[in-house]
């Protein structure tokens, strides 16, 4: 994204508001989400004023949580020059030493695709994002946007992962990481290694912050991402360390 396009102000923007629906995090919750207007077009500078808000993408939406009453749904990101891998993670990194990297469009891949397919079967039956489908794919991870890249993560030319990120002016934003699931493979803890990898990247590109998207504290799937230290977190418009 270039830094020398005009930022629309975002009172200027338009945007809805969903029904309430059942909350994909906490159980027995409902949920309303902040959508931009779709027929906004996400232009340089307007992504980055609204991830600066605590909005994400998802396929060719930008939306928050706008929940009456709740705000578990917390915005997270990572100052790289600030981070410290801990044991763990150092040890995660050694033990993926022999994975290579290519960052490539967010176009669709058959193969890609499959890889995805296997990793909702196997690791997410239960949540609502099964069944898989080309469709649900393709609206969810592909952008024909030039901020909207793909990290690909082969073995032995084999290609066990992928992460979609965004290349914003800001930094970079993780938007969903899924990989090669087996006994093997789980041992390398592929994910964790996702992020390691796009810190290092953020880090080459000389962006300031990695954004994680929402964290809550209730919710245990989102617990890795306190690892990252230090994580600041979005209070109102501003963003502090979390602290504990």
């Not at 307007?46 to 396929?59: E, H, I, N, P």
């Not at 609206?139 to 290349?167: C, I, K, R, S, W």
Request: with cysteine; glycine share 4%; hydrophobic share 35%.
């Amino acid at each position: 994204m270039s830094s020398n396009t005009p930022r629309r102000p975002v009172r200027d923007l338009r945007f809805f508001l969903t029904v309430p629906h059942a909350c994909s995090y906490l159980p027995g919750r409902e949920a309303t989400t902040l959508f931009l207007d779709p027929q906004e077009s996400p232009l340089p500078g307007v992504y980055d004023s609204l991830a600066l808000l605590g909005f994400r993408r998802s396929g060719r939406h930008l939306y928050r949580p706008h929940c009456e009453g709740c705000n578990a749904c917390r915005s997270v990101r990572i100052p790289v020059e600030q981070f410290a891998a801990n044991r763990t993670q150092r040890k995660i990194w050694r033990r993926n030493a022999d994975i290579s990297i290519r960052v490539v469009p967010a176009h669709f891949s058959a193969q890609h695709y499959a890889l995805y397919a296997d990793y909702i079967r196997l690791r997410h039956a239960d949540g609502d994002m099964y069944p898989p489908s080309r469709e649900q794919y393709r609206t969810f991870l592909t952008l024909d946007e030039p901020y909207a890249q793909l990290l690909e993560m082969y073995l032995n030319d084999e290609l066990v992962g992928v992460a979609a990120f965004d290349h914003l002016e800001l930094g970079l934003s993780a938007i969903y990481t899924f990989f090669a699931v087996s006994d093997d493979l789980d041992k390398r803890s592929l994910g964790t290694f996702a992020i390691l990898q796009l810190i290092e990247l953020t880090k080459e590109k000389t962006l300031p912050h990695l954004y994680l998207g929402y964290w809550i504290e209730e919710c245990r799937k989102m617990r890795y991402k306190q690892a990252f230290t230090p994580l600041e977190v979005l209070d109102g418009r501003h963003w502090r360390p979390l602290i504990g």
